[in-house]
């Protein structure tokens, strides 16, 4: 066979195989996650306000105003209904186009029967109002509408048929109902359905348009506020689309509509609640207007106006693709902003995205191959990879959301497919990336990118690690008596040693620093009891130097002892560095803490230290832990409580020392030096730790304590 046939039939293969997989990945959903990360990224470029953005107004209950109504007029959440009149008023006389309430008014006022008829009169005065109620099978009260409530007006043409002919979401058909009070149901124009379910990670992309209780149709919010101004609107729906008087929206198969977004919360102009109140109440005090009374009035004039809840004690905040928290409210507005811009998105053509999937596995498979040159293999990789991106961008401006997670893990797995088959045949991607990198990597690392060629970037996670210092006692002095190949002989016996133990437990060595080990558990392999390991491999290598302490100690002169201190919490960790040259590392204040742990040993004359934050972590008798102070250390403003951890027979061995240690511990803590320094005193032969707390207690002996004693020992230094 050809050299020119082997390489088709490589590339075809390759390529088949990264769309086999991509393509089984999409269908059975595991790639959604990736799916909509991607998304929202292209979301958080493109996102911009439309000519109709400026059409829509909101006024927002936010904390201020809550504030502001319980200091200034007496008025405590909740609210009474009379002040929610005064805003449909005041939007009344602006000439507001419509008002839609993202309130659910289910209860009746705690006021009386006239607060409630206050609010239905503003309502039905006004007119163009669309008010709340909640379609939805958990949160409904009531499975039939009132038959002495007026019918909703909307009549959906072809909704049977649709129903027959597709399986709609769960918020279509819905079985309850949490109603309005009769007030606001029979006063209304158009009555919406409030209730809004996000995607499975809680962000909001898709929404349905419509629902369906007891065979009426109930708009969304944001539909219904439109409907409100336009009562002839005729309405229709068919598979993939539907109609609202001359706009025609594409909705996917479950009769959801993509939700194109302006842009982050407060895109659309917002007043405030306080505002609208404060104007109202000039108004009927007979003080003039204000300038800014008047601003609003006539910014609010021909105006579509949501009113809604953005405080956040009031619960009605969302995620979308652009901010971790938005007003419920800023989403129906994005409803109608894209209704009156008739450019809801759409789902792209799965033939066409499938189509578009295999030929560029295909092309890309077989140029791999036919361009071997390492150089040129890096560039296919990245245009091939790159052009879905592109292509997913111009598919977004033109209306439609284009899979791009499948498309990037079909290049992706033809491109590692193609490195493989060149490994195993002519090993050329291993000889590309030892020559590229062997100058400033070491071969580690090396061999990691080549396992998994995605870790060749800069970044990293927050994660809960525990993380290990240690150092040895006198390692200046041990250095100064040896020559330079005594002490990188006596370095790489002690190292080596060590660092077999903290990888036995599943630990990631961070690095060395002469003498000292910075290591860490939990990244980057999730380690579930990694407080357990990080514990059990300091008593490990203390067990272990002791071993070695005799032979040691002939090659040194003296004897050798480590100093260990472990802590637990959030770092963030990843490959950190420059574009040329990066480390697997952590950094945070969790980090800086273990290692003023290990110095802190010098204190109390120990050599294994833990921070609270590491013993909450661990399992109840893993181990034998003795308190050791409550310490602040340099760079932190509350003290942490220390412990040395140890094996349970050696705790056993000296449990008396460790009960009296306890005792003295508990008067130093509760200012009793005198008692404290006696108890001390019993030990002081036995226990180090007792020497430094007999020292401490003579120190503050001669002066009164502080009236806020707590016992904390003051670290002076790092």
């Known amino acids: 066979m050809s050299d020119v046939l082997k390489k088709l039939r490589r590339g075809f293969f390759c390529g088949l195989f990264g769309g086999l997989l991509a393509l089984i990945f999409w269908q059975n959903g595991w790639l959604e996650t990736w799916e909509r990360v991607t998304w ?10 439309a000519a109709t953005t400026d059409a829509i107004r909101l006024i927002l209950l936010d904390q201020q105003s809550l504030s502001w109504a319980e200091t200034q007029i007496g008025e405590a959440w909740p609210w009474p209904r009379q002040l929610y009149a005064f805003i449909i008023e005041f939007c009344q006389r602006s000439g507001v186009k419509a008002l839609g309430f993202d309130v659910l008014f289910t209860e009746f006022s705690t006021r009386g029967v006239d607060d409630d008829a206050a609010l239905g009169e503003a309502i039905g005065q006004f007119g163009a109002f669309a008010g709340a109620l909640m379609l939805g099978e958990g949160s409904g009260n009531v499975t039939t509408w009132p038959n002495d409530w007026p019918a909703p007006r909307f009549v959906l043409d072809g909704l049977d048929k649709w129903l027959a002919d597709v399986n709609p979401s769960p918020t279509w058909i819905i079985g309850k109902a949490l109603l309005p009070i009769p007030d606001v149901a029979k006063n209304a124009n158009t009555l919406s359905n409030v209730q809004q379910l996000p995607d499975d990670d809680g962000i909001y992309r898709h929404m349905p348009l419509f629902g369906v209780f007891d065979g009426k149709i109930f708009p969304s919010l944001g539909i219904g506020t439109y409907l409100a101004a336009s009562a002839d609107t005729t309405m229709h729906i068919e598979p993939g689309r539907l109609i609202i008087g001359q706009k025609r929206i594409a909705i996917d198969r479950n009769g959801d509509v993509i939700l194109r977004y302006r842009g982050a919360a407060g895109t659309h102009k917002a007043y405030r609640a306080q505002e609208i109140l404060e104007a109202e109440a000039r108004r009927l005090e007979g003080t003039a207007p204000t300038e800014r009374d008047a601003e609003i009035a006539r910014d609010l004039r021909g105006k579509y106006v949501l009113f809604g809840f953005s405080a956040p004690g009031l619960k009605d905040l969302r995620s979308t693709p652009l901010s971790a928290t938005a007003a419920g409210v800023e989403i129906n507005a994005t409803v109608l902003d894209n209704l009156l811009a008739s450019d809801f998105l759409a789902d792209f053509p799965p033939w066409l995205a499938v189509t578009l999937l295999c030929v560029a596995v295909m092309m890309c498979g077989i140029l791999a191959f036919f361009l071997s040159d390492p150089i040129e293999n890096v560039i296919i990789g990245a245009v091939f990879l790159a052009f879905p991106v592109f292509l997913a961008f111009w598919a977004y401006q033109r209306g439609f ?32 990336l030892k020559a590229a990198f062997r100058q400033y990597l070491s071969p580690t690392i090396i061999d990691q990118l080549i396992q998994h060629p995605e870790r060749l970037k800069l970044g990293g996670e927050r994660r809960e690690i525990s993380i290990f210092f240690s150092d040895i006692q006198g390692f200046t002095s041990i250095s100064e008596r040896l020559q330079p190949e005594e002490l990188t002989a006596f370095l790489n016996e002690y190292l080596s040693a060590m660092t077999d133990i903290i990888h036995e437990e599943g630990g990631t060595i961070d690095k060395y620093e002469g003498d000292a080990i910075i290591a860490f558990w939990n990244a980057p392999v999730e380690l579930p009891d990694h407080a357990v390991h990080v514990v059990r491999a300091a008593l490990r ?44 590392t952590m950094l945070g204040d969790s980090v800086n803490l273990a290692s003023r742990l290990e110095g802190v040993n010098k204190e109390f004359g120990t050599y294994c230290m833990i921070s609270q934050f590491t013993k909450e972590k661990l399992p109840p008798n893993a181990f034998a832990l003795r308190e050791l102070a409550r310490v ?3 760079g932190r403003r509350e003290p942490v409580t220390v412990y040395e951890p140890m094996f349970l027979e050696e705790h056993a061995a000296w449990k008396d020392v460790f009960e009296t240690f306890h005792e003295g511990l508990s008067a130093f803590y509760d200012g009793h030096l005198q008692e404290a320094i006696e108890i001390f005193d019993r030990i002081k032969e036995l226990d180090p730790a007792a020497v430094a707390y007999l020292k401490k207690c003579e120190e503050f002996l001669p002066s009164p304590l502080p009236a806020d004693w707590r016992g904390v020992w003051v670290m002076t230094s790092k």
């Not at 929202?40 to 306000?49: F, H, N, S, T």
């Not at 002519?426 to 000889?431: A, H």
């Not at 203390?542 to 770092?571: C, D, H, I, S």
């Open 40 to 49: 929202d990224w292209r979301v958080r470029l493109l996102a911009k306000p």
């Open 401 to 432: 959301w284009m899979p791009l997670a499948a498309q990037e893990m079909a290049t992706t797995a033809t491109i590692l497919a193609a490195l493989v088959v060149n490994y195993a045949t002519e090993g050329r991607q291993r000889r590309f």
């Open 541 to 584: 290598c203390q067990q272990k130097l002791a071993e070695m302490r005799p032979a040691l100690n002939a090659k040194v002169g003296r004897n050798v002892f480590m100093r260990v201190g472990v802590n637990t919490g959030f770092a963030v960790v990843g490959n950190m560095g420059s574009h040329t040259r990066f480390d697997y």
């Open 632 to 634: 602040a250390v340099v």
